[in-house]
């Protein structure tokens, strides 16, 4: 039996006479946006520009020609993600994201491991992307990469404090221009290919002394890991779930249609990159700034590289406001000491949660001046176990009182969740040993928060709740 509470449990709780702590009714967030609005800002988080400059060139740079292969691999095992996502996301609507679902589908302990995964994911992301916008203001004006990091971390934390809405209608105009970027990048290519669609099968990489290595199909399945992160802001589309309208309907549009849309923006130019390269070696190189003013002029390279840097803004605001949702829902959710959970479920003017706003995007803004390079490999392992226990939990939706539960339904079941399970365990031994040690580390740390403190306190810590007007 898991150790978990259900929303029937919660009505138990108060018929009983539990502690007045976990009797009190929780927050919840104002349902503001659409699928349109949602989509927006979960594309934004997605922010295909810049993961097509800033992580695209590191899978360059290990697997070269491969590297098209790899993200394709990758955007279909995100389909089974997603499918997994949109039920659980649909019959669990809430804040806390996969931390919600899992809790309520696996049992406490694995909900507070996947929170702790997701909190890895979300905090040590955006600043190491941030301090990628200096390389792409540097055509016109060099700046410090930590200063300029940690300023973009500010400003999307002062962007977080506005209302839902309005940071849809920010986040969109960015998203247009990231857009319009990769298409430039995609039309170049194509129009300056030095090899057919047979390279993107070639499987060849710059290897040291300038000769050509061969990629392996082990190198491809270690890069899967840093795909499946490439594109899997899709989830974002689950933390705002208590924001959207009609999540029964509107939860899975978002996912699958930010699954579909940001796949194509991040492929197809990586496509006309890996075939308009003049060789493997510039391909390996991955300098796509140096690519794009070679295929034109040094305007429509300026012109890519601010509007990749505009991207970077973007998603900084997105993932803010992400974080801090994920922080809100958590001391709604009773998993700190009590003036803590008071600080961090506050709501601001604008019905945002400005605390955890400010506790996600300040740390945030610190964490540029630190050395974060060894912690992208800690992010590929922690965004695969995060989906691997996603998986485990739409493998347990269709029991109890779940199985009848108003949801959308993805098909093949119980197939796809028990095949992506088998995939992403593989995959994760496939990673360097030191990333799953440093994750591993983490993550005993956070279970002996659970067995000293969370545990012990079972009635009144760590109560997973879902908003009312999703349980209809």
Known sequence: MTDTLRP?????????????EAKASPQQLKRSIGVVGGTLLTLSCVTPASTLFVVVPDLFGSLGTATAVT????????????????????????AGGEYAMVSTMAGRLAGWLVFVLSLLVVLIVPPVIAMGTADYLAPVVHLDPSMTGAAVMLLATLAGLLDLRANAWITGIFLVLEVIAAGVVAVLGFTHSHRGAGSLVSMQVAGSHGHTDTVTAMMVISGLAIALFATQGFSTAVYLSEELENPRRNVARTVLATLAISSVIILVPVVAITMGASGIQQLTEGDLSAMVTAWSNSAVGTFVSLCVALAIINAGIVMVIQNSRVLFASARDKAWPEPVNNLFAKLGRFGSPWVATLVVGVPGAILCFVNLDTLYGVTGVSVTGMYLLVAVAALLARRGSHKHTPAWR??????????????????????????????????????????FYLRPRRDTRWLVSIPEDAQV
């Open 8 to 20: 029937a449990e919660n009505a138990v709780a108060q018929a009983t006479g539990a502690p007045t």
């Open 71 to 94: 993200i394709a691999i990758g955007s279909l095992l995100c389909v089974a993600v997603a499918f997994c996502y949109s039920e659980l996301g649909t019959l669990i609507p809430s």
């Open 410 to 451: 993805m098909p093949l079941w119980p197939a796809m969740p028990v095949l992506l399970i088998a995939v992403l365990a593989y995959i994760l031994t496939q990673q360097e040993v030191g990333y799953l040690l440093w994750t591993g580390g983490i993550l005993v740390v956070a279970t002996l928060y659970w067995a």
